[in-house]
């Protein structure tokens, strides 16, 4: 920014604190303009000729001159009144209002003209471009307008308009080229058009970008992740994402900077963010810069749109679970709006799709059930460019999910009922300002909400359950960015986070009733240096936060987290990558009792205490190295993680150790590999992940054992394939069975004990067979003219309709025969869709 806009800037925000005392110093010191001409007037024999309005409101200091013309002077200056002589003794006084300006605009660096750049006369309706020569002029122009001054690949300008006065002599204008950094790309196609490996380690989804993925025809965003070596959902959800052997609820989910306690629709099944107004998601799976808080897993973060759309911009859509809407509507050059809006029809139309879907939730009930349920999602962003170093943005999101559920058992005389709604709403806002050309910053606000209310009435509507889960969080972040030199840039901020949380359980046979609530403030500082060599072999960064968090019950702590994140290329094509990070959290997931309320799997957000459930804790390091080429690309990674202050109820424990409460710890040692080979027409892939992941809960024996989401060895092969205007995509995933525990086959039930147990095995001593799923999707784009497009996309989940062994556990009938509950996958699951976009 201009260092003469800066100082207006400042001048004028100073004028406005102190304007009241400003005025009183004024009204003090000052002197009305008339008696200081009325005291000429009689001093020297003058007589002076004026409106009123130009000199009823002007008041100046008394002039400290003797002589009338130095007076006269001393008046012109202070109050831009022109004063002219008509003879010895008659005076006239004349306020200007306008004037005329003229300049010619060169760029700095070869001092070349600069023709079409746009001149704009701001408080009035002016405007204009430079001619061949790049000149301008323009006539009665507000005296105290400024002119603003742009063209594309040059910085903008402002200049008051006295300035340019034609008064004197046409001034040169000096416009700077603008240079945007952007993190470098090092493979064009990753996997499928819209997804790209950055220089970081980290991976961009462009949406709007989007190619194709086996088994989604449309940009599913949280199932397109998955695609991704060490990304899995052990569930097949897509709200239950498992990043290098994680829980999901240590996955930092971010949709435009504000973090999200809800993630999906349909029991996790369809993500709850609408990627057709999603500009770009970034996948950190390590390496996370200081900037970011929680996430002990790794980072998920949506940014809608950040630029103002030239024109209206649209779209529509469906597929056989719901319907969709959204748009982008400029309102001036510097006003824009973004909505979109999706509803499920599920409550009164069933599709094969969603019939799968259904199956898979529902599968532990009982016979003769019936649901009814919806969800909806809304979003909206409004950006306003201040000017061209501010702009601003708020943006609004809002999710719900609604479930009405019957199940009638065979000896019951009245349907279990049950109600589960889960709703998030969160708005958020952010300022961006360049304050110089190396200096700028961000400051940013959010308020989230997340609410899960839960509704079971059972026995013949004896009994009744009812539960609620609430958080609420409110977080402000202050972000400053400065360019210490041509190859470094210096990264500080601080952020304040308010977090909230609520659970409440109501039973009234037999009388229960628990009410436990806590909050926990967090401050946290950082500071990171960036660095990117001349020759751009060497890039990357580090730095750290320092976290003061207070739980205002129990304790108080401070926790450092240092972040690493280099790159270096080793030989043309070839890189290494070392990462490593410390990281904590204090919200986590607990499952709701050992089973699923009435077939539906509830999870309950809880706050770190100091005590059952200190603050999780991580750290993680990794070494890769990955060639790519134009053609292709080979990647390996080893990482090792390691997780402390984890209990047991967050982990979904189903055999002996789920309600023993102890706290633990995991790690991971683990290895990626990708091969990705593909062109203008195709793109195929072989992934393969190795994990090992084992618990150590010193209270238990044995103290170490597996981890739940210990799946040893996951295959990805897949390709997609363009022909014109249609794109084919096929793939096969292989997973090596999760542990679980079966009941001791000689003695399964202790009766020894009140009431009666299953003996269990050691804990996850067996596993579920492998997993095998074969996906396929096609789409086509039909254009229509102008802008506008139809897609027609068609995609098969698990075309083979192989059953696989998601999860197995047991529980203890009344007759004190055990029950062995499967949980099943997917079965073979069709999905259509249809888009028109303008």
């Not at 994140?565 to 080793?570: M, V």
């Not at 009140?754 to 784009?781: G, M, Q, V």
Request: hydrophobic letters at 35%.
């Amino acid at each position: 920014m201009p260092k003469k806009h800066l100082k207006f800037l400042i001048s004028l925000f100073l004028l406005l604190m102190f304007s009241g005392a400003s005025y009183a110093q004024t009204t003090k010191d000052s002197i009305a303009l008339r008696d200081i001409l009325s005291e000429l007037e009689n001093s020297f024999d003058v007589k002076f000729s004026f409106a009123d309005t130009d000199i009823k409101s002007v008041y100046i200091a008394k002039p400290k001159s003797n002589s009338l013309d130095e007076i006269l002077t001393e008046l012109r200056e202070a109050t831009g009144i022109t004063i002219n002589k008509l003879n010895d003794r008659y005076y006239t006084l004349t306020k200007i209002t306008t004037i005329s300006i003229c300049g010619f605009v060169l760029d700095n660096f070869q001092e070349n003209n600069i023709p079409g750049a746009t001149v704009e006369i701001y408080e009035s309706t002016l405007s204009g471009v430079t001619d061949g020569n790049g000149s301008f002029s323009f006539e009665n122009v507000p005296v105290n307008s400024l002119v603003h001054i742009k063209h594309l690949g040059y910085k903008p300008m402002f200049i008051e308009a006295k300035e340019l006065s034609k008064t004197t002599e046409c001034k040169a204008i000096a416009m700077a080229l603008s240079y945007q950094e952007l993190e470098e790309v090092v493979v064009t196609q990753f996997l499928t058009t819209g997804l790209q490996k950055l220089n970081n380690a980290s991976i961009e989804l462009n949406p709007s970008e989007f190619g194709i993925l086996p088994g989604v025809s449309e940009p599913d965003i949280l199932q397109t992740v998955q695609a991704l070596p060490g990304i899995k959902s052990v569930d097949e959800t897509v709200s239950d994402i498992n990043i290098r052997g994680g829980t999901n609820d240590q996955n930092l989910i971010l949709w435009d900077g504000i973090k999200m306690y809800q993630t999906g629709h349909f029991f996790g099944l369809i993500s709850a963010f609408n990627p057709y107004v999603t500009e770009k998601v970034t996948i950190i799976k390590n390496g996370t810069s200081a900037i970011y808080s929680d996430g002990i897993s790794g980072t998920l973060s949506m940014h809608t749109t950040d630029e103002l759309p030239m024109n209206s911009t649209g779209g529509a859509g469906f597929n056989l679970i719901s319907g969709d809407i959204f748009g982008e509507i400029p309102f001036q050059d510097n006003m824009a709006l973004q909505v979109s809006a999706r509803r499920s029809y599920t409550d009164f139309l069933n599709t094969p799709t969603y019939n799968s879907f259904s199956e898979k939730a529902f599968q532990d009930t009982e016979v003769n059930s019936e649901s009814e349920f919806y969800f909806y999602d809304f979003t909206a962003k409004f950006m306003y460019q201040i000017n061209p170093y501010q702009k601003a943005s708020i943006s609004l999101i809002n999710m719900s999910n609604n479930l009405n559920y019957l199940e009638t058992a065979n000896d019951t005389l009245a349907p279990n009922r049950s109600n589960l709604n889960q709703d998030n709403f969160s708005i958020g806002s952010e300022l961006q300002s360049e304050w110089t050309d190396d200096f700028s910053s961000q400051i940013s606000f959010y308020y989230t909400q997340y609410d899960l209310d839960a509704l079971s009435i059972s026995s013949n509507e004896a009994q009744q359950l009812k539960q609620n889960n609430l958080v609420k969080e409110s977080n402000i972040k202050l972000t400053s960015y400065y360019k210490l030199g041509e190859y470094i840039n210096w990264m500080n901020g601080y952020e304040f986070t308010e977090t909230g949380i609520k659970n409440t359980t109501n039973v009234n046979q037999p009388p229960f009733a628990s009410n436990i609530k806590g909050v926990i403030r967090k401050h946290g500082v950082f500071s990171e240096i960036a660095y990117s060599s001349e020759d751009e072999k060497l890039t990357g960064f580090i730095g750290g936060r320092l976290n003061y968090i207070e739980n205002l019950d129990t304790f108080q702590e401070y926790i450092f987290e240092p972040r690493i994140n280099i790159s270096y290329e080793l030989l043309p094509n070839f890189k290494t990558e070392v990462l490593g990070e410390f990281k904590s959290q204090v919200t986590n997931q607990i499952i709701d009792l050992e089973q699923n309320f009435l077939g539906i799997e509830k999870r309950r957000w809880i706050l770190s205490d100091g005590d059952a459930l200190p603050i999780t804790k991580s750290k993680q390091g990794s070494i890769g190295f990955n060639y790519d080429t134009n053609k292709l690309y080979v990647g390996i990674d080893a990482f090792y993680k390691e997780i402390n202050g984890i209990n047991v109820y967050t982990q979904g424990f189903q055999n002996q150790n789920q309600f023993n409460g102890e706290i633990g710890s995991y790690a991971v040692k683990g290895a990626e590999f990708l091969i990705n080979t593909k062109n203008n027409d195709y793109s195929a892939w072989l992934s393969y992940t190795f994990n090992k992941n084992d618990y150590t809960f010193g209270a238990l024996a044995p103290s170490i054992f597996p981890n739940n989401l210990d799946v040893r060895h996951a295959i990805t092969l897949a390709g997609n394939y363009t022909i014109g205007d249609l794109k084919l995509g096929i793939g096969l995933n292989y997973k090596s069975g999760k542990p679980f525990t079966q009941p001791i086959e000689s003695d399964p039930i202790n009766e020894a004990v009140f009431p009666t147990e299953i003996n269990y095995e050691e804990p996850n001593s067996s596993r579920l067979p492998e997993y095998f799923r074969a996906d396929a999707s096609a789409n086509y784009t039909l254009k229509m003219g102008g802008k506008m497009n139809a897609i027609f996309g068609v995609s098969v989940l698990n075309f083979t309709n192989r059953q696989n062994t998601l999860n197995t556990y047991y529980r203890l009938l009344d007759d004190n025969t055990i029950e062995t509950i499967e949980r099943l996958s997917l079965g073979i699951t069709p999905n259509a869709s249809f888009r028109v976009q303008f």
